[in-house]
Each structure stands twice: as C-alpha cells, then as structure tokens.
C-alpha cells in the first residue's frame, strides 16, 4: 500500500522555512534619517567644509552687532570719499584721524564684508569702519552736551539783549522755568471784513477756546 506524503514534506518545508528577514523588516528599530532641510542639519561641501547659511534676510550692511563690540572699543563708519568732494572729506578724514580713530581691518571680521583673505581696512560704499578707545568718545559726548548747553545760553542772552519785552508790540516774553530763558510769543490783530454798507469790522473772535503754549 502506497502512502503520497507530498502534502506532508511540502507543509513542513513552509513551517522551517525562515522568517528571519520579515521579522526584522518589521521590528529592527531603524535610525531615523536626518532631514537636510533642518536648520540644524550639517551640511558639507565637495571638500569636506561645513556649510551653512549665515545671510538669510536683506538687512543693514553698516549695523553694528554685538558680536561685533569690544570692550573699552568704540566703533563708527566715517566718511572716506564722496563724488565731486575730496577737499572735504579729506578734510573730515584727518579730523577723524586727530580724534583718535583708527581703521579696522578686515581679518577683524573674516568673510563679513569681503571674502575671506582680503586685507586692507573694512570700506564698504565710500565709509571705513573705524575704531577707538571708549573713554575718547564718552569725552567727545560730554563736550557736545557742553556745548549745546552754552548755545542755547547764548541764544536766550541774545533775546534779552535785542530788547524783545513785554512792551513790544505783538511780543512777549515769559520766563516759565528758573534758568531757562524767556521765550517768545507773538499775538496776531484779528482780521478785517467790510459788512455790506463798506463799513470796516473787526472778524468775530472764535467762541471756542485756543490751547496755550506747551499745552
């Protein structure tokens, strides 16, 4: 008597073989690939340098950064050439120059205003940036702030002496803070009409009231 086991080799052919690599396909952790578009991802040149994007928006070239200041350094773009006007800005540059600034050069700022290896001071359209001591600009500010102090003692000086009073028709003066001065107001004669009979009348003043100085 013949007994087919065809049905029963080919059944446990299909239970030893193996399923190694569907498991793995379904349960192998994986790591997770790294998105270049990522602000944080690396991205590297044909030669191996790390590239990235430092200039993502239009802003203001002659804006001086934190990164940028030192302390105890002061920093400022001074005029070097202006078309059709040497004589001055050479005049304005050794100004510049006795008042203790000094040029900055570009190895300071590799890459920021001209590519990497350029040397020479930091020009970008007719101004150099340039620096100096900070204790040299905080006594340029105090002499400003001196000065316009005493221009405008000598402004008010120069009304009291031109003999601007009280007295002065369509003028007065008034001396509202101590140490101040006086300054000047002016009233101004309502206006004319002729009614319909070609009698002269002064205008109607304005039955709402007119805000004060300063208020």
């Given amino acids: 008597m013949n007994i087919d086991h065809t049905d029963e080799v080919r059944s446990g052919a299909m239970e030893k073989r ?33 590239l990235s994007r430092t200039r993502t928006g239009v802003g203001d070239r002659f804006a001086i950064t934190d990164d940028m200041r030192e302390p105890g350094w002061d920093l400022q773009w001074n005029a070097i050439s202006v ?46 940036l340039e620096e100096r001591p900070m204790s040299l600009s905080q006594q340029a500010r105090v002499e400003e702030i001196r000065k316009a102090k005493a221009q405008l003692s000598d402004q008010n000086e120069a009304l009291k002496l031109s003999g601007v009073t009280n007295n ?18 002016m009233q101004i004669d309502r206006a004319l009409y002729y009614d319909d009979q070609g009698n002269a009348a002064a205008v109607p003043a304005p039955k709402h009231e007119l805000a004060g100085h300063g208020e």
């Avoid at 498991?23 to 990522?38: I, M, Q, V």
């Avoid at 007065?172 to 101040?180: C, E, F, I, L, P």
């Fill in 168 to 185: 002065a028709p369509g003028f007065s003066t008034s001396s509202k803070y101590r140490g101040a001065g006086g300054d000047i107001r």
């Fill in 83 to 128: 078309l059709n006007n040497k004589d001055v800005v050479a005049q304005q540059s050794l100004e510049m120059f006795a008042n203790g600034w000094r040029p900055v050069p570009h190895d300071r700022y590799p890459g920021r205003y001209a590519m990497p290896g350029t040397t020479g001071p930091i020009i970008v359209d007719g101004l150099q």
């Fill in 18 to 50: 193996p399923r190694g690599r569907q498991l793995g396909s379904r349960n192998a952790t994986r790591e997770p690939a790294r998105d270049p578009a990522r602000a944080d991802a690396v991205v590297r040149g044909r030669n191996g340098e790390i």
